[in-house]
């Protein structure tokens, strides 16, 4: 009986121990990873006993949002989701721990349309060519594939002076919300931030001989919380039995 009871009791310590040392974990996602993040975040903390509390923000931008602005703040975070070389600054200015980074998927630039519009070509640079010139108007995202159509591909493809009237760069939301609601004709933004907005028809991605791939990456801050607990996520994240679902929501899994 003496036994039973001591058994018993060491069982009880055990679960308190994990009890004791499940945590909340702070992340900062940006968008391109978010969709994946939502899908493997629960799991995650139905298999560690940890909890998350998410907070969405760009990984650039002047955007009071932005995770490199919240933390310029001093806003705490256990681990920062984001473009890989909008982290990779972070660590130069070290606020992000160096050794923390770990490679989580490649996004691509795709197309949305209005829900019910014609698809317009775009399998090959003339045909996106013609898709935009005869665009009655163009939206693009203000993280970094925006910032590639912006500055590159509409020069790359000869037609910066002639999108220059008719394209815009969307702050903070969605692109696709606003081809949804007919603001614009034609959407282009991250895949994986596509494809969740409702009322709107993907396209597809745009060619691969003008396209900007993005990798994103997360690291632990500097001062964070639950290192332990942030570095167990991170390693979920990137593990091979999270790919099926980081394929699943637009992103294309980091070569290795």
Not at 4 to 18: P, Q
Not at 185 to 207: A, C, D
Not at 212 to 233: D, Y
């Amino acid at each position: 009986m003496k036994a039973v009871f001591l058994k018993l009791a060491l069982i009880g310590s055990l679960v308190l121990g994990s009890v004791a040392q499940a945590e909340e974990i702070r992340v900062m996602t940006s968008g391109g990873f978010t969709a994946a993040y939502k899908l493997l975040g629960p799991k995650f903390a139905a298999d560690s006993g940890n909890t998350l509390d998410t907070i969405l923000g760009p990984s650039m931008g002047k955007a009071p949002e932005a995770i490199p602005n919240r933390l310029e703040r001093g806003e705490k975070a256990d681990v920062v989701i984001m473009v890989g070389y909008a982290l990779d600054e972070l660590i130069k200015q070290g606020k992000v721990l160096p050794g923390s980074r770990v490679e989580l998927a490649d996004s691509r630039i795709g197309l949305v349309v209005r829900a019910g519009s014609t698809r317009p070509a775009i399998g090959t640079e003339a045909e996106l060519k013609d898709t935009l010139l005869k665009a009655k108007s163009v939206a693009y995202s203000d993280s970094a594939s925006g910032v590639y159509i912006q500055d590159q591909l509409f020069k790359r493809l000869g037609i910066e002076t002639q999108l220059k009237p008719k394209a815009t760069m969307v702050p903070k939301i969605p692109v696709a919300s606003v081809v949804a609601t007919g603001e614009y004709q034609l959407g282009f933004q991250q895949v994986s931030e596509l494809l969740p907005v409702p009322g709107v028809t993907y396209v597809g991605k745009i060619p691969e001989s003008v396209q900007s791939v993005t990798r994103f990456a997360a690291g632990i801050p500097v001062g964070a919380e639950h290192p332990a607990q942030a570095k167990a996520l991170l390693d979920y994240l990137a593990a091979p039995a999270a790919q099926a679902t980081v394929k699943a929501t637009g992103l294309d899994s980091v070569p290795h």
